[in-house]
């Protein structure tokens, strides 16, 4: 059986955890939180959350764990048959992680955490945002998903970026992104409505209490 190692708060965790859940796989959890003690290293190069266990050994990076469940499980499909569909789904994964999720993860610590985070850092995100969310628009399709009438691995990026990239603008940079992007706003609506998001985000928020205490308390 697979087993997937991360934590609940994780949103690079949830996006694989989605995945599986949307399969229909079994897997089973296991409390990873990462950083670079022998032990986490041995599981995960780069001390990092998710990790992937499988039969033939441990998978770390998102977007390749997703890869590989695609390819070597069964149930339901996450990418279009043919391989310029699965090249755009990819391409807009990329672009979402790189122009959206990875900029306004350097908020996170004023978002979410209540530290403070320099001027010159917050005004770098808001342009790399703004940049993010225009790419956004011209090459999604949103019809009703990221890259047409189907779920697939860009919407998980989608889901569980674009909330969070919301959330920082809201909260550090004083800009609503999602003002005039209604096409987002749907879709981030309809995946609340899917019963495994509803399942993750139940479970994330029941973590949030511990994993703050472990913030607070410098054990991560």
């Given at each position: 059986?697979?087993?997937?190692?991360?934590?609940s708060v994780s949103n690079?965790?949830?996006?694989?955890?989605?995945?599986?859940?949307?399969?229909?796989?079994?897997?089973?959890?296991?409390?990873?939180?990462?950083?670079?003690?022998?032990?986490?290293?041995?599981?995960?190069?780069?001390?990092?959350?998710?990790?992937?266990?499988?039969?033939?050994?441990?998978?770390?990076?998102?977007?390749?764990?997703?890869?590989?469940?695609?390819?070597?499980?069964?149930?339901?499909?996450?990418?279009?048959?043919?391989?310029?569909?699965?090249?755009?789904?990819?391409?807009?994964?990329?672009?979402?992680?790189?122009?959206?999720?990875?900029?306004?993860?350097?908020?996170?610590?004023?978002?979410?955490?209540?530290?403070?985070?320099?001027?010159?850092?917050?005004?770098?995100?808001?342009?790399?945002?703004?940049?993010?969310?225009?790419?956004?628009?011209?090459?999604?399709?949103?019809?009703?998903?990221?890259?047409?009438?189907?779920?697939?691995?860009?919407?998980?990026?989608?889901?569980?970026?674009?909330?969070?990239?919301?959330?920082?603008?809201?909260k550090v940079l004083n800009?609503?992104?999602?003002?005039?992007?209604?096409?987002?706003?749907?879709?981030?609506?309809?995946?609340?409505?899917?019963?495994?998001?509803?399942?993750?985000?139940?479970?994330?928020?029941?973590?949030?209490?511990?994993?703050?205490?472990?913030?607070?308390?410098?054990?991560?």
């Amino acid at each position: 059986m697979l087993k997937l190692h991360g934590f609940s708060v994780s949103n690079y965790y949830n996006m694989v955890k989605l995945a599986l859940l949307e399969k229909g796989l079994p897997f089973e959890e296991v409390a990873f939180y990462g950083g670079q003690a022998p032990q986490a290293l041995a599981v995960s190069p780069r001390g990092k959350v998710p990790v992937l266990e499988t039969e033939h050994g441990f998978l770390s990076e998102t977007s390749v764990i997703l890869d590989y469940i695609e390819q070597t499980q069964g149930g339901k499909a996450l990418l279009p048959a043919d391989p310029f569909g699965q090249a755009k789904v990819r391409e807009l994964l990329k672009e979402i992680e790189l122009y959206i999720e990875l900029p306004a993860r350097t908020c996170y610590a004023e978002s979410f955490f209540g530290m403070s985070v320099e001027p010159l850092v917050k005004e770098k995100a808001r342009a790399d945002l703004l940049a993010g969310f225009a790419t956004l628009k011209r090459n999604g399709r949103f019809a009703p998903y990221v890259a047409g009438e189907q779920l697939t691995l860009a919407d998980l990026m989608f889901c569980f970026s674009v909330d969070l990239a919301y959330a920082v603008g809201k909260k550090v940079l004083n800009i609503d992104f999602l003002a005039d992007f209604p096409q987002a706003k749907a879709l981030l609506q309809l995946m609340g409505e899917n019963p495994h998001m509803a399942r993750i985000v139940a479970e994330k928020e029941a973590a949030m209490p511990a994993f703050m205490e472990m913030i607070r308390s410098g054990k991560r």
